[in-house]
C-alpha cells in the first residue's frame, strides 16, 4: 500500500509540474513556485521509495540532498499564496530571508559529504535497516533531531503566517479580485498544506520516527511517515480538481479578464462629449438584450458599438460602476425575466432557459440570476405564480 501511495505520488507530482510550466505561457511567477512545491514532492517521495526498497544502496550519495529544498516548502507555499492575492510577478530581495534555514542545511549536508564521502556506502546500509534512526545516521553538523524539530516548528510557524496573510487578504477585501475556483484552490491548498505541516509535527513527537515494521512499530496505515506521503499525494490529487490551475485554455481566464478591466479603469484622455457618446451608444443597446444571448467577448461588443475596447472597459468600470461578465449576466436575467412574462419559456426546463439566456451551464445561469434578482429562479417564479416546467430540478 505503501508502494503505491509514494509511486503516485511521484507520477502525479512530476506530472503536474510538467503541465503547469508547459502551459505557463504568461510567465506568472506563482505558477513556477507551484511546479517548484510539487517537484520537491517528488524528489522526497523518489527519495523515499529508494530507501524503502533498498535501492539507495546503490545511490547513497543520494540520501541527503533533498534536505534543503524539504525546508523551502513552507516559505514557498506562502510566497505561491503572496503573489497570488497581491498579484506580484517578481520576488524582492526581503524574499531570501525566508530561505536562510535551507541556505544553513546546504551548509549542512556539504559538511556530511565532506566527512562522511568514505562512509556514504555504510550510512545508507544502516540508514535502510535502522529507518526510524535515519536522521541520526545521516546528519552533517547539524543533529538529525534538531533538523527533524526544527522542520516540525517552520511549518507551524509558517501555517499560522500563511492563514494570517489569507486572512488580512480577505479583511482588505484583496480576494475580491480572484475567480471564485481560484479562491476555493487557495484554501484547499491552506488547509491541506497545514494538515501536512501538522503530520510532520506528529513525526517530530512521536515516539515512532518514520516507523516501519519492526519492533515497537505502528501499524503502516499510523505510521507518521505514510501519513505525511498520504497528504502529499492528496495535495497533487486535489490540483486535479481544479485544472485552471495547471493551465490555461484557449479562451482568457476570469483573473485575466478583471487584471484587464483593472488596468482599464485607470484614467484615460478621453473628452466628455466623446465620453457622451459612447455611454449613449451602450444605453442604445441595452434594448436589445437578445444581442447578449451569444457568447460574447468584450473585443466583439466593442467592435459592434464601435467604441476602442480599453474606453468600453472604462466606461463599464466607472459610468456603470459594473465589470464586463457582470454588464453581459445583467442583460441575459433581464431578457429572462421579461420571456417569463410572455409566457414562451413556459414548457422549458431551467438548463433550456439557461442555454436560451446565453449561459454556458445551469450552475452558471443559477448563480447570475441570484447575484442579480436576490433570489433562485425557482423561488423567483414561485413569487410570481409563472408556471416553468420544473422537469430537471
Known amino acids: ?54 535501492w539507495i544502496l546503490d545511490f547513497p550519495y543520494f540520501l541527503r540532498i533533498g534536505r534543503p529544498f524539504y525546508l523551502a516548502i ?21 524574499d531570501i530571508l525566508h530561505f536562510i534555514p535551507s541556505l544553513v542545511v546546504i551548509a549542512d549536508v556539504g559538511f556530511y559529504y565532506l566527512n562522511s564521502y568514505s562512509l556514504a556506502d555504510d550510512i545508507a546500509f544502516l540508514v535502510v535497516n535502522n529507518l526510524k534512526d535515519a536522521y541520526q545516521l545521516a546528519s552533517g553538523f547539524i543533529p538529525g533531531e534538531f533538523f527533524l524539530t526544527a522542520k516540525a516548528v517552520q511549518g507551524i510557524i509558517y501555517a499560522g503566517v500563511l492563514w494570517h496573510l489569507l486572512y488580512l487578504a480577505s479583511k482588505r477585501k484583496l480576494l475580491n479580485s480572484l475567480s471564485d475556483t481560484k479562491k476555493r484552490w487557495l484554501f484547499v491548498f491552506s488547509i491541506l498544506m497545514t494538515a501536512l505541516y501538522l503530520s510532520i509535527s506528529y513525526t517530530a ?10 519492533d515497537g512499530a505502528a501499524s503502516p496505515m499510523l505510521n507518521p511517515g505514510f501519513i505525511s506521503r498520504l497528504l502529499l499525494l492528496t495535495i497533487i ?6 485544472p485552471s490551475i495547471m493551465y490555461s485554455t484557449g479562451s482568457r481566464s476570469v483573473d485575466d479578464s478583471k487584471e484587464t478591466e483593472e488596468r482599464g479603469s485607470q484614467a ?13 451608444r451602450i444605453d442604445a443597446l441595452n434594448n436589445d438584450s437578445r444581442f447578449f444571448k451569444s457568447n460574447i ?14 474606453f468600453l472597459t472604462y466606461i463599464l468600470n466607472r459610468h456603470y460602476q459594473m465589470r464586463y461578465t457582470d454588464f453581459i449576466n445583467g442583460h441575459r436575467i433581464r431578457y429572462i425575466i ?4 410572455t409566457g414562451f419559456l413556459k414548457e422549458l426546463t431551467m438548463e433550456a432557459i439557461a442555454y436560451e439566456a446565453g449561459f454556458s451551464s445551469r450552475s452558471a445561469f443559477f448563480s447570475a440570476f441570484k447575484k442579480y434578482t436576490g433570489k433562485s429562479p425557482s423561488q423567483y ?10 422537469a430537471s430540478f
Open 74 to 94: 513552507p516559505p514557498l507555499s506562502y510566497l505561491y499564496i503572496k503573489h497570488i492575492v497581491l498579484k506580484k510577478n517578481k520576488f524582492v530581495k526581503s
Open 205 to 214: 513527537l512521536s515516539p515512532f520516527v518514520n516507523a516501519v515494521n519492526g
Open 297 to 310: 467577448t468584450i473585443a466583439q461588443l466593442a467592435q459592434k458599438l464601435e467604441i476602442p475596447p480599453r
Open 1 to 54: 500500500m505503501e508502494n503505491v501511495v509514494i509511486v503516485l505520488g511521484i507520477v502525479l507530482s512530476l506530472f503536474s509540474s510538467v503541465i503547469i510550466i508547459t502551459f505557463n505561457k504568461k510567465r506568472k511567477l506563482h505558477k513556477y513556485i507551484l511546479a517548484g512545491i510539487f517537484l520537491i514532492f517528488s524528489w522526497y517521495n523518489f527519495i523515499y521509495l529508494f530507501v524503502l526498497n533498498s
Open 237 to 242: 490529487t486535489a490540483l486535479f480538481f481544479f
Open 268 to 280: 484615460l484622455s478621453i473628452s466628455p462629449e466623446r465620453l457622451q457618446e459612447y455611454i449613449k
Open 381 to 390: 417564479l414561485k413569487d410570481r405564480e409563472i408556471s416553468v416546467s420544473r
Open 338 to 341: 421579461t420571456q417569463f412574462g
